[in-house]
Structures are given as C-alpha cells and as structure tokens.
C-alpha cells in the first residue's frame, strides 16, 4: 500500500471524524484507520468488519460492549436498510455495492467504562472492460512439478456466514471459464482450489466467488488471484547423518560431528539445519568449546534431483560432561523438521588399548612359533 495515501487518509479522516457523533465528548480510543482496506465492485456483496472485538484491546469475553456504525462524512448513524445495508455487531455489510459506497466507515465500540473507534475503508472500483474477476489481484506462487494449490481470499467472509448459520458455495473461475470441481487436474478444497502437477501453463489468473443469501438478497463476492509459477521448490529433507547411534570417543581429545541432509528438489534448497543438545541450539561461535559451523551447501552431483547440505558439530576439547548426551541435528524447512541424533561414550583408554594390542601381538607370536615348532615335528624335520 502507499503510505503517503494512508497518511493523506489520515489526515482526512480526522478532518471529517469530529462530525462522528458524540465521540469528542467521549474521549474514545483512536485505533485509526484499519491496515486492511475492503475493494469492491459495483453489484457485489462487501463485508467490512472492525477489529476492535479483539483481546488485544478489551476483555470482551466478560466486559460487555455494543458496537455503532458511522458514515464518516456526514456522521450519520447506519442502520439496516434492506436490500442494501445490513449491520450485525461488528461487522456492515453492503448487499448490493455502489460506487457511492466506496469511503471510510467508523465503528464505536462502548462498553460500561469505556470506548474505541477505529475506521474501515471500503473502495469501489469499475470492472475493467474484457476482462473477467476483479480489477485487484491478489498474487500467489505455483511451484512447478508438485502438486500445489491456490488459497481464496475471503475466509473472513466465509467465517462470518458460517457463524450466522447461512451456507455459501465457492466457484473458480481461470479468466472467465468456470472450472469445474475434480476436472483438468482441479479439485476443489474448502477455501482452496488444488492443482496436481503444476506446469508452467497454470499461470494466470483465477477468480473464486462465493455466493450466498444473506438479508434477502442473493449475493456474491469474490476476489481475483494472479498467479505465478516457479521454476524451484524443496520437498522433506532427509537427514542422512548422524544416524541415531552410539559414537566412541576419546576425553581429552577433540571430536567432530557432521550432519549431513538431502534436500530433493529444484534449486536452492530451503533448509536451515541445527545442532542442538539438551538445552537447546548450539551456537556458531568457534569461541565455544562447542559450536557448530555454518552450514554449507556442497557441490552438485548432478545425478539425483536435490542438494546436499552439511554442517558440522565440533568439539574442540571433550569433556566428561559430553558423553551419554543425545545430540539432535534437525532441518527446517517449510515442508517438515526432520532430525536424527547420535550420543557419545567414552572409549577404552589409550593405556589399555597399547597394553591390549601388545598382549595380543606376544600371543600371536608364541602361537605362531608353536605351530611351527610342531608342524616340523611331526614331518621330522627336527
Ligand atoms: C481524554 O482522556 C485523556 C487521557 O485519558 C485525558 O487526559 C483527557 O483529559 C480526556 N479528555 C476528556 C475531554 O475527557
Ligand atoms: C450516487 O451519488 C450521486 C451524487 O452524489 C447521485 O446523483 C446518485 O443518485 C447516487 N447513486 C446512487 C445509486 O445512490
Ligand atoms: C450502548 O452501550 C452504552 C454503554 O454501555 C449504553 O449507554 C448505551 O445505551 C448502549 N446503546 C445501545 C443502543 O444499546
Ligand atoms: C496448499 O499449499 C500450501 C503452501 O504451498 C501447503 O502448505 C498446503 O499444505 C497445501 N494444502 C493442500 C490441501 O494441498
Ligand atoms: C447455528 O446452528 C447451531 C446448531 O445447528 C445453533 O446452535 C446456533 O445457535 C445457530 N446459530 C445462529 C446464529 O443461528
Ligand atoms: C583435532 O584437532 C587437530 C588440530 O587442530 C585437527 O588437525 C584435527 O582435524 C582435529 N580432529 C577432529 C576430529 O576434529
Ligand atoms: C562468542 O563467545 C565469546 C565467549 O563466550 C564471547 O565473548 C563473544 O562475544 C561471542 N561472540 C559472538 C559474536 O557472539
Ligand atoms: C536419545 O534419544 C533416543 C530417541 O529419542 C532415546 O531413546 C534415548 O533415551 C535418548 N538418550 C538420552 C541420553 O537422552
């Protein structure tokens, strides 16, 4: 949004607000104008809905409120008016929208003590001749070769005629064809229309519209999605090092550790992997006596689709306290959080393993020299 338009609305707004009846001498809490501005086209349902029933701004769950509509400009009160406005607690609808509607809308919320208001702004624009959905378009990625999906922008509105009982129904549109539900690789999915196996030939643009009956009138609403498809995308990855097991090493000595992960994909892969212990992430500062190194992406092999990611755990001194731990490497990524750990136990000592391999070399020796002692014993050769 341009910010210069929203201060500009500002100022507007409070201009025109000291009509608002009676919210001077309340002193109510100015929450300003909503972030989120409503577009319309003429002949579409609009729902403008405050945001002031919120914890975040009084316990409405105990504290009891009414909420009240102003038009901004003349200050008037809004009431219903069927066939063309329709108010229900915190939200205004407008059954029938008309390029006169488009402006700001102010709800006061007061409870026994107090009192918020905040602004709404609703903006009607033409449809834009030859062209099919609405002038604004919301955008969203496709990723390529994956089966991926599109999100309709009006879960909000879906909500809402959910919680008043009335049902709606939900239709895509790609331009002007209807798409029909479970054909040409669509299926529809609540809110969603899923797409098996994008291709590049899916970018477009797609309009979904809900349709219901609300105040009498029969309405819709719908919002228009451009859609992009990208080339790159990284599916779960899979920690192929460490593997859950047991490691021997050496007190006093320093160890290292790599975690090594498979990202299939296309692309740059999107994963971030971590070492962590009991007490959490381990950090990259080599001034600690464990740390992990940044992670590094290693060169292509070029034979299977993905990439390969490593990072090691270090520990430049093992101490006692290092052992009988589990250390967790686990990858983020937006499809999962795979890990896979590994713990320590101290090895045999070198002391031990020296004397072991001595023995052990004597042994050989004597046995060696037996055989061959009796071997030629018995051929007579002694
Ligand atoms: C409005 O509220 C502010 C802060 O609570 C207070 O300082 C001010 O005096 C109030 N004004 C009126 C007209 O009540
Ligand atoms: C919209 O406003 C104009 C001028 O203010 C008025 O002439 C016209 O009748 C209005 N249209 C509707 C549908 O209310
Ligand atoms: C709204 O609430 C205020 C304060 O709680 C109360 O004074 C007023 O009468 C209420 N108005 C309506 C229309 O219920
Ligand atoms: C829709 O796509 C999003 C993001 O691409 C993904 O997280 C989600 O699981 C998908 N949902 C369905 C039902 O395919
Ligand atoms: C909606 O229906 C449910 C049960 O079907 C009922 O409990 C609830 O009161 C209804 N809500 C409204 C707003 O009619
Ligand atoms: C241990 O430290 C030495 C000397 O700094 C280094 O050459 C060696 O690679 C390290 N070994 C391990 C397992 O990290
Ligand atoms: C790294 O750790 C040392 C010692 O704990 C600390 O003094 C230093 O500020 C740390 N460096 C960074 C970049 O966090
Ligand atoms: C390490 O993790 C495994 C698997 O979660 C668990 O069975 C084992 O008890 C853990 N060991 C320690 C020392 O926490």
């Not at 070769?145 to 909000?156: A, E, H, K, M």
């Not at 992430?281 to 001034?287: A, D, L, M, V």
């Not at 990611?309 to 983020?332: G, M, P, Q, V």
């Not at 393993?353 to 002692?373: N, P």
């Amino acid at each position: 949004m341009d910010l210069s338009l929203v201060l500009v609305s500002f100022v507007f707004f409070f201009r025109l607000c000291g009509k608002c009846r009676g919210s001077e001498e309340e002193n109510c809490t100015d929450h300003k104008l909503q972030f989120e501005w409503v577009f319309s086209v003429p002949g579409d349902v609009a729902m403008l809905r405050s945001t002031l029933v919120s914890s975040d701004v009084f316990d409405f769950k105990t504290v009891p409120y009414n909420i009240t509509w102003y038009n901004s400009v003349s200050g008037q009160e809004i009431s219903s008016q069927a066939g063309h406005i329709l108010v229900h607690e915190d939200t205004l609808w407008f059954l029938k929208v008309t390029m006169n509607d488009s402006g700001d809308y102010v709800t006061i919320l007061r409870t026994p003590s107090h009192c918020y208001r905040q602004a709404c702004r609703l903006v009607v624009e033409e449809r834009l001749p030859g062209e099919c959905g609405m002038p604004r378009k919301a955008e969203q990625l496709l990723t390529k070769g994956v089966t991926d999906n599109l999100s309709c922008p009006l879960r909000n509105e879906m909500n809402k005629l959910n919680s008043y009982n009335i049902s709606s129904s939900i239709k895509w549109y790609r331009g002007c064809d209807p798409i029909e539900d479970g054909t040409g690789g669509y299926e529809y999915w609540g809110t969603r229309l899923k797409i098996i196996s994008v291709e590049l030939q899916h970018k477009g643009t797609y309009t979904c519209t809900l349709t219901f009956t609300l105040g009498g009138i029969k309405g819709s609403v719908s919002e228009s999605i451009k859609a992009e498809v990208k080339e790159s995308y990284s599916l779960v990855p899979q920690v192929h090092e460490p593997s859950n097991d047991v490691i021997k090493a050496q007190r006093g000595y320093n160890f290292s550790k790599r975690c090594l992960v498979f990202v299939p994909g296309v692309g740059k892969p999107s994963a971030y992997l971590y070492w962590l212990d009991k007490d959490g992430f381990i950090e990259t500062n080599t001034s600690h006596r464990v740390h992990m190194l940044e992670q590094r992406l290693l060169p292509q092999d070029g034979s299977s689709k993905g990439a390969w990611l490593e990072t090691w755990l270090i520990f430049s001194e093992l101490k006692e306290e290092d052992f009988y731990i589990n250390y967790t490497c686990r990858a983020y990524s937006d499809r999962g959080f795979p890990e896979a750990y590994f713990s320590l136990q101290p090895a045999d000592s070198n002391i031990i393993v020296v004397i072991g391999s001595v023995l052990g070399g004597v042994m050989v020796v004597l046995i060696i020299t037996f055989i061959v002692y009796y071997i030629s014993k018995i051929n007579g050769v002694l």
